[in-house]
DNA sequence: ACTTAAATAAGAATTATTCTCTTTTAAGAG
DNA sequence: CTCTTAAAAGAGAATAATTCTTATTTAAGT
């Protein structure tokens, strides 16, 4: 993924946030992290960089950048935030197994699902996203 | 819902669990209790009839029912676990205002993904389970 | 360089959930 | 019906993730 730091900046810019070290690190965590990390993912990537950040930091930057659409939240059916920062329209690709998370693009099957319920309609309301999550087994 | 006592007790007999009040009790009120309630929606609803219900058992209670497949977390990218009793095929409409959950019903859909999957398959996927989330916004 | 609103640090507080240990009970056997 | 016992429930402490509060620091514009 792209590691970019100006790319980076670029975002924060972009959303008139302020530049901080944190929030650039943060970011570069969650573009660097696979697997969508978790809050504490990220506090163990930044330490080495940045020992002295608070805890409380990574939690009000990621509520910060989810509220400016630069990250997401991942759906998961345990009590545990994942963030992700990849905002093209994707879905998710869920181990039965293991807490792996893949990330999975499909445009023919977006296509269908728009197609789909722009004939048929839901009474009282109105889709604003798509999401499918999949969940199978890993091979190897 | 059914909210039959017979067809409750069935469902702990049939997977060899002991019948108790508390687990009736819990049953009852997921099947009663709209919008995938969380524990204590659960724990608020039990009181009344069973004051003296510990949080503990409703809990270790839930995670049994889930082991046994009597009822499903439902995800969601918020930390509180929220519980369904609704076992059959089916997706969930998430309103992007408030913490409503809508269920949604549609073979035809679940055709089209059986069908749209079977051709075309991931690559080290094995497909279990598709669920789809449909965000957006109920009219009235 | 100065100013100031915004961001961070530190640690306490909150909340959901799990764990540990003791007591109670469901359900099968006799 | 009683007896037995493994399983379940109760009580409350412990844990873990996240949020909140307040003082201090800093980014960025003037
Ligand atoms: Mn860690
Ligand atoms: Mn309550
Ligand atoms: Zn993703
Ligand atoms: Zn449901």
Same mark, same amino acid.
Not at 9 to 15: G, I, R, Y
Not at 48 to 53: A, F, G, L
């Given at each position: 993924m792209e590691i970019n730091i100006d790319i980076i900046?670029?975002?924060?810019?972009?959303?008139r946030l302020k530049v901080t070290p944190q929030r650039m690190a943060i970011l570069e965590a969650i573009?660097?992290?696979?697997?969508?990390? #978790?809050?504490?993912?990220?506090?163990d990537y930044i330490k080495?960089?940045?020992?002295?950040?608070a805890t409380g930091t990574v939690y009000k930057v990621l509520g910060v950048l989810i509220e400016n659409?630069? #990250?997401?939240?991942?759906?998961?059916?345990?009590?545990?935030?994942r963030y992700d920062g990849i905002m093209d329209?994707?879905?998710?690709?869920?181990?039965?197994?293991?807490?792996?998370?893949?990330?999975?693009?499909?445009?023919?099957?977006?296509?269908?699902?728009?197609n789909y319920f722009e004939k048929k309609k839901i009474p009282d309301f109105n889709i604003e996203s798509i999401a499918i999550q999949l969940k199978g087994r890993f091979n190897e």
């Open positions: 900046k670029n975002k924060l810019v972009e959303s573009y660097s992290l696979d697997n969508h990390p #978790i809050a504490d993912d990220i506090i080495i960089k940045h020992p002295n950040i659409k630069i #990250i997401n939240k991942v759906n998961t059916e345990r009590g545990v935030s329209s994707h879905h998710h690709l869920y181990c039965s197994k293991s807490d792996l998370i893949k990330d999975y693009f499909d445009e023919e099957l977006d296509k269908i699902l728009k």
